[in-house]
């Protein structure tokens, strides 16, 4: 094998390298926005039903930011639509 030869199949390889790397990247950036999709769908599911993904519970909508949905018993006690029940964790956004 020449040198010329080595440096043509290097330069291959990074090529190869280069369009595996931009296949990869391809894939995350398609799995990413799945996920964000199905994240959104779920939370508009929330509000149209206003129902809690996680315990049931009704949810409501936090003005702070558009599209942010929340269970009713998200947050410190004192925000929580019952301080006595159990706290819930699950928000989302719409959009
Ligand atoms: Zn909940």
């Given at each position: 094998m020449t040198?010329?030869?080595?440096i043509d199949l290097n330069a291959e390889e990074t090529a190869a390298n280069?369009?595996?790397?931009?296949?990869?990247?391809?894939?995350?950036?398609?799995?990413s926005k799945r996920r964000i999709e199905a994240a959104h769908a779920e939370?508009?599911?929330a509000l149209r039903t206003n129902t809690c993904p996680t315990c049931g519970r009704k949810?409501?909508?936090n003005l702070s930011l558009t599209g942010w949905v929340q269970c009713e018993q998200f947050g410190a006690?004192?925000?929580?639509?019952?301080?006595?029940a159990a706290p819930?964790?699950?928000q989302g956004f719409t959009q």
């Open positions: 040198t010329t030869n080595a280069r369009r595996e790397l931009k296949a990869r990247e391809r894939r995350a950036a398609a799995e939370a508009a599911e949810v409501r909508r006690p004192a925000f929580r639509k019952d301080s006595t819930c964790d699950w």
